[in-house]
């Protein structure tokens, strides 16, 4: 199975973005969709999708305690309608007006989040965040910026184990959305299957820092991640108008 420069260049990304979402519970999708779409758009959402939920999947074998389920509940019931309205606006508005709509809402909650506003890790907040991860994730592949703001409080530990129930209970509904919609093509298979190795090193890279790693709160390295998220959907969105006119 050969690769192309662009495959070899995306399977260094996908190797990244699991490296970080290994240590910290996220990131995964924040740093690897826009630089993917960038690259080849077909790897967005599908794929992305794909090899996300293959991470979390990773994430949950490699550990040993109980699935983290509990405190995440409120989001994870809020994700399915989430992950509805996502497919609804994947039907009524272009992708590129959509990325800008919610670049455009991400980078202001993460701005307020930063600055002002401290967003705590209750119920009704995870049952919001849950919700926003629905509807970008089903739309763009990010879904993470909403639970990043809501678990920025909390420790890595917790925040990798708890993210890592959210996403591997959470994103096979994005993904039959997806496929209802003829939005899952077979080529989609395809291209996941030959990225699926950078996910499995980038885990596998994240287990052997495992102990080298600050297990105080991620706050500010989260918050950074949802910045960067929110560049890249604008960035990418602006990009796709300008090349149509």
């Known amino acids: 199975m050969g690769y192309s420069g662009i495959e070899c260049l995306a399977l260094l990304i996908v190797l990244f973005g699991s490296l970080v979402q290994g240590l910290l519970g996220i990131g995964f999708a924040l740093l690897a969709a826009p630089l993917l779409y960038l690259l080849e758009p077909r790897y967005v959402p599908g794929p992305v999708l794909l090899l996300g939920f293959l991470l979390a999947l990773c994430m949950r074998l ?35 007006w959509l990325g800008l709509l919610l670049g455009c809402s991400v980078l202001l909650a993460t701005i307020f989040s930063y600055r002002w506003l401290e967003v705590r890790c209750t119920p009704q ?15 763009t592949s990010v879904g993470g910026p909403p639970m990043a703001l809501v678990y920025q409080g909390r420790s890595r530990v917790n925040t990798r184990d708890e993210l890592a129930a959210f996403f591997l209970l959470t994103t096979p509904v994005s993904l039959l959305f997806l496929l209802s919609q003829g939005r899952m093509p077979l ?3 395809s291209a996941t299957f030959k990225l699926a ?3 499995v090193a980038g885990y596998g890279l994240a287990r052997c820092l495992e102990g080298r790693i600050d297990k105080r709160s991620p706050r ?11 560049g890249g959907l604008l960035t990418v969105s602006l990009w796709r108008l300008w090349a149509k006119t």
């Open 62 to 96: 490699g550990n040993r305690q109980p699935l983290a389920w509990r405190r995440p509940m409120p989001a994870i019931l809020a994700r399915l309608p989430g992950a509805w309205c996502g497919g609804l606006l994947l039907a009524w508005l272009s992708s590129t």
């Open 125 to 139: 907040n995870l049952a919001i965040a849950g919700f926003c991860s629905g509807l970008m994730g089903t739309a």
């Open 187 to 189: 080529d989609y298979l």
């Open 197 to 199: 190795p950078g996910v």
């Open 220 to 230: 500010q390295l989260l918050l950074l991640l949802s910045l960067l998220a929110a």
